[in-house]
């Protein structure tokens, strides 16, 4: 599958998650459950384009080889972590909060891929990627909630809803950079 296609369908999927979330909040499920497996499917496609958009081998020594491996692995990590904040939703292992947690974390690491591989893309997908990568990293700021397992809004201390704000990142700016990396004339690679 080419790159234009992969960031195609990561655009429309991440806007069609963020979709189902806000009709979730209006007329319920099954808008949630939607939600939450688009989320998992998200991650997925986010993987497939860190693999699309590694730059070409030129060394096991080339210090930019060594860079694309370790950020591609990053967004590996991030892709399963995804994967797993659906998995624990969706079969009522914890509630909504701390899997959200668990998935913005994985947003986060792959927020990490998004910002080191920014360098590399034309200036208008730099910039916009940068951001979204930016804003998405703030669901590392959960992280702690995850080893305290805090599962409830309600009493959840104020700085895990700074890991809530990633969402931004994710589901709106992220799916705008994968629509204009689709719309560029040579989406294949980053160089």
Do not use: K
């Not at 496609?45 to 070409?56: E, F, G, K, N, Y």
């Not at 899997?99 to 893309?121: P, Y």
Request: aromatic residues 10%.
């Amino acid at each position: 599958m080419s790159t234009r296609a992969v960031a195609m369908a990561h655009s429309f999927v991440g806007f069609a998650t963020c979709a189902c979330l806000l009709l979730f909040h209006a007329v319920g499920d099954p808008f949630g459950t939607i939600n939450d497996l688009g989320n998992a499917l998200f991650g997925l496609l986010s993987l497939a384009l860190a693999w699309l958009l590694r730059p070409a081998s030129v060394g096991p020594r080339d210090a930019t080889s060594r860079l694309a491996r370790v950020l591609v692995g990053v967004a590996a990590v991030g892709a399963v972590i995804t994967v797993v904040g659906t998995v624990l939703v969706v079969t009522d292992t914890t509630g909504f909060y701390l899997a959200g947690l668990w998935s913005s974390f994985g947003f986060g690491l792959i927020g990490v891929w998004l910002v080191g591989i920014s360098r590399q893309t034309a200036p208008g997908l730099r910039r916009a990627g940068l951001v979204a990568g930016v804003v998405m990293l703030l669901g590392l700021v959960g992280v702690p909630g995850i080893f305290m397992g805090i599962d409830d809004m309600d009493t959840a201390p104020v700085w895990t809803f700074v890991a809530g704000a990633s969402w931004a990142g994710t589901y709106l700016l992220f799916p705008a950079w994968s629509l204009r990396l689709a719309r560029q004339d040579r989406p294949e690679g980053v160089g």
